[in-house]
């Protein structure tokens, strides 16, 4: 392996922007489920946000020569501002160096590249699961808080039923059931050995309980288990981003946001990005520096289209 110069430098980095558009590394992210990607061309603009508007019941109803009726377009006052997240990875010469003297087939630059982009996958992850977890997005109509023989720790408990609170209060709220769930691997580990779940799954030739048998049960499309973790500053353990909440929501499918389509929320990302900027070298410290950028704001843009559970289990 070359130890990279100024001028392949400069190439190199449309190769590496690839790489860092792949997706996540850090084990399997689903914030992006609740907040899918939205290319916008601009830092900042206006929400787009469903509206009890689309609800209105309209009398279309035209008599011969008689004035036609019109239905205007209305957006949000609120505005989404594109933060940026920006790292470099370091690479000093000298692994470089021993790599091609020992011969060794693994690629530094990649795995450098690598490194800074899980970074910002990270932090995206965290973002957006902080976002949807947060009890104070929700009314008191879309959220509750499981105790007793409710949580679904409990053999007595029938997550199911719940499930179904939850669908009903979005189904009100916006017309349509909900298509995505996410939560923890705490709970997930509860539902396995629930005997409602067990009974529902017991001639089936399954050992273990799936994410598709819980899709198939409780009528999903999407469904996403935070696995992801992050170091407690205070402790220095690593914890889960998503600890004991089970999230329930609406997310449109459709990769364009608009006020007739409901949707919980979307991540405004610009165009082309995240990026990996070109390599530069650091004379005095002896080492390459690989700059990864993303700019983006996940937002919520209709509350009502989610429902929270916490203390589940």
């Known amino acids: 392996m070359a130890i990279l110069n100024l001028d392949q430098a400069r190439v190199i980095d449309p190769i590496l922007t690839k790489q860092v558009q792949l997706g996540p590394s850090q084990g399997d992210y689903v914030g992006n489920l609740a907040f899918p990607t939205v290319p916008v061309s601009v830092r900042s603009g206006r929400i787009i946000r469903f509206g009890d508007d689309a609800f209105a019941l309209i009398d279309t109803r035209r008599a011969p020569g008689a004035r036609t009726k019109r239905r ?56 957006q699961l902080t976002l949807l977890s947060d009890p104070n997005a929700y009314s008191t109509l879309f959220k509750v808080v499981l105790s007793g023989t409710s949580q679904w720790s409990s ?40 005997p409602d779940i067990r009974d529902q799954f017991k001639y089936t030739n399954d050992n273990s309980l799936t994410t598709d048998m819980l899709k198939r049960y409780w009528n999903l499309e999407n469904l996403g288990i935070a696995t992801a973790l992050v170091i407690d500053p205070t402790s220095g353990i690593k914890v889960d981003i998503l600890a004991n909440q089970f999230w329930l929501g609406y997310v449109n499918p ?13 991540t405004y990302s610009l165009k082309g990005f995240p990026i990996a900027l070109p390599a530069y070298w650091g004379e005095n410290e002896e080492t390459w520096y690989f700059p990864v950028k993303a700019e983006r704001d996940p937002v919520i843009t209709f509350p009502g289209a989610g429902f929270l559970f916490q203390n589940v289990i």
């Open 155 to 194: 053999a007595a408990s029938s997550p199911k039923t719940a499930i179904n609170v939850g669908k009903q209060a979005i189904r009100k709220a916006i017309g349509k059931y909900p298509n995505t769930a996410i939560f923890s691997s705490g709970i997930f580990d509860a539902l396995d050995v629930h």
């Open 72 to 127: 205007a377009l209305t957006y949000s006052s609120d505005k989404y501002t594109l933060y940026q997240d920006k790292i470099e990875g370091e690479l000093p010469i000298e692994f470089l160096e021993e790599v091609q003297a020992n011969q060794v087939p693994i690629d530094l630059q990649l795995m450098t590249v690598d490194l800074a982009k899980q970074t910002i996958d990270l932090r995206l992850e965290y973002d």
């Open 254 to 266: 459709s990769p364009t946001p608009n006020i007739i389509t409901p949707s919980f929320g979307y």
